[in-house]
């Protein structure tokens, strides 16, 4: 990804990244978080939020806010500072709406980007509850991993 990216206030443990998405209309205060699986620690979800006034988190906000390309490398350059802290856990995500949009954009763009992806992940597609496979563009999938490349 050579998008230019946003800066990041980064938490004392690297698992929250504060960043504002910024355009001629508006500013939107966002959040990556990574959290621990309760079941199995070594995978953490990452949530990308907008925080609402009053400090509210929503992973569900249409932002609209013309910068998504800038927001998603934003969000590549904050797994790659989580691994810097945490090299051996994986990173699971998905799209948070019920129609699978989100997650349907995450596979093309990881599907676009693929080449440098590989570079420094292992990325895999979630075909169903228990099943994972190496990824394969364009092929749909519920959820993705990245596990960092040593």
């Known amino acids: 990804m050579n998008e230019p990216t946003y800066p990041l206030v980064i938490s004392n443990n690297a698992l929250t990244y504060r960043f504002d998405s910024i355009s001629d209309q508006l500013i939107i205060h966002k959040a990556i978080e ?3 699986f309760p079941s199995n620690a070594i995978f953490y979800n990452l949530a990308l939020l907008d925080i609402e006034d009053g400090g509210t988190a929503n992973d569900l906000a249409v932002s609209n806010n013309q910068d998504m ?3 998603i490398a934003t969000v590549f350059k904050a797994i790659l500072l989580f691994f810097e802290k945490y090299p051996n856990k994986l990173v699971y995500f998905k799209g948070s709406d019920e129609a699978g949009l989100r997650t349907r954009l995450y596979r093309v763009l990881i599907s676009r980007e693929l080449e440098k992806v590989n570079k420094m992940f292992a990325v895999y597609g979630q075909l169903t509850e228990d099943t994972y496979e190496e990824f394969i563009p364009n092929r749909p999938y519920i959820a ?5 490349k040593h």
């Open 34 to 36: 990574f959290s621990p």
């Open 144 to 148: 993705f991993i990245f596990q960092l």
């Open 69 to 71: 390309n800038r927001v």
